[in-house]
């Protein structure tokens, strides 16, 4: 399972994220983390999990993610990665 993290971000610490790769080691996944402060930094994620193919990707509620959940959304459906989002603002529509 990969997690997707704005290292600018003040809402999910590197302490949520340990306990995020802590919970996911105790049943067994492997876990990994990729950082994103853009638009083009997500789409260079994206890029790399092309190689990885992880099972699984983790998004935070954080507002950079809220604001690129169409590019996220997109970006998971044609690579074939399921995503768990932290949040139901990821999952809402843009109006």
């Known amino acids: ?15 949520t994220y340990a306990e995020f790769h802590a919970f996911a080691r105790a049943i067994g996944l492997q ?9 083009q930094e997500i789409d260079a994620v994206f890029g ?19 604001t690129h959940r169409v590019q996220l ?3 998971a459906s044609r690579h074939a990665i399921p995503v768990a989002y932290a949040s139901r ?4 529509p843009v109006a």
């Open 89 to 92: 603002e990821l999952l809402k």
């Open 73 to 75: 959304s997109n970006l």
């Open 31 to 39: 876990t990994q983390t990729f950082r994103a402060s853009s638009s």
């Open 48 to 66: 790399n999990l092309e190689h990885e193919r992880p099972d699984a990707l983790f998004v935070g509620n954080d507002g950079l993610f809220v």
């Open 1 to 15: 399972m990969v997690a997707l993290v704005d290292p600018t971000s003040t809402v999910y610490t590197e302490a």
